[in-house]
């Protein structure tokens, strides 16, 4: 992960540091999400990664690295769908979904594990977004679980500007990282490192690896904060 300080980022307490980590989740769960037309058409112009640039420097100090981008979006979402849903064998290569991952699932059975995710949601008067098909998003999906972080650092931002005590926003974040988001995009990248994709995206799948180690960094951050 590209994190070598080269300038001064907002302090750790800051609202100004809680709002860039949301900047940072949120847009990794626009990029987790199914391809769209749209979203191809921000990575082609760069504009996805400026943004995604800006706010990682405004987090780490550092730029975010920039990638070659697919030819077209035919080959975008090929990529996406070779390496998360339908790969060798009709099976994806890394599932985005955490439940699919018998590690992450500890022993549990699927609906048990999805009811305990889905109570993190619901915690925070939450609930899994609905998509453009009109399918209610799975709770376990990254893209969903990175939304809810983004959620949760927004909750932390506001607290902080009204001089509030964030802790138990910043104990859900560390929460939901060590159970269910970081073990997720830990899994992810390995499979990814261990099985390449070729047709995948090098934005894609270099977002893929610097999340996983931005998880494990938060996730310290977090400790030593709540």
């Known amino acids: 992960m590209s994190v070598a300080v080269t300038s001064r980022p907002p302090m750790g307490d800051s609202p100004g540091r809680a709002r860039a980590k949301e900047r940072i989740w949120r847009l990794a769960a626009l990029a ?3 391809p769209s037309k749209e979203f191809f058409d921000a990575v082609a112009s760069g504009q996805f990664q400026e943004a995604f640039s800006d706010a990682w420097a405004d987090a780490t100090g550092s730029p975010w690295p920039t990638m070659p981008v697919s030819e077209d979006f035919a080959s975008f979402e090929a990529g996406y769908i070779s390496a998360f849903l339908h790969g060798h064998g009709g099976k994806p290569v890394a599932a985005l979904l955490a439940g699919d991952h018998e590690s992450i ?18 915690h925070f008067g939450l609930r899994a977004a609905t998509g453009d098909e009109g399918k209610t998003d799975e709770p376990d999906h990254i893209a969903s679980m990175l939304e809810l972080m983004a959620v949760l650092c927004h909750f932390e931002a506001n607290a902080l500007a009204k001089g509030h005590d964030a802790s138990g926003y910043r104990r859900a974040q560390r929460d939901f990282l060590c159970r269910y988001l970081g073990p997720t ?8 490192r261990r099985d390449q994709v070729k047709l995948l995206d090098p934005t894609i799948a270099q977002l893929v690896q610097d999340m996983g180690d931005w998880a494990e960094v938060q996730i310290n951050e977090l400790e030593v904060r709540v």
Do not use: C, D, I, Q
């Open 32 to 34: 987790f999400g199914h």
């Open 105 to 122: 699932l500890a022993g549990l059975t699927r609906p048990s594990f999805m009811l305990n995710v889905a109570a993190f949601y619901k």
């Open 185 to 192: 995009l830990e899994a992810v990248a390995g499979l990814l």
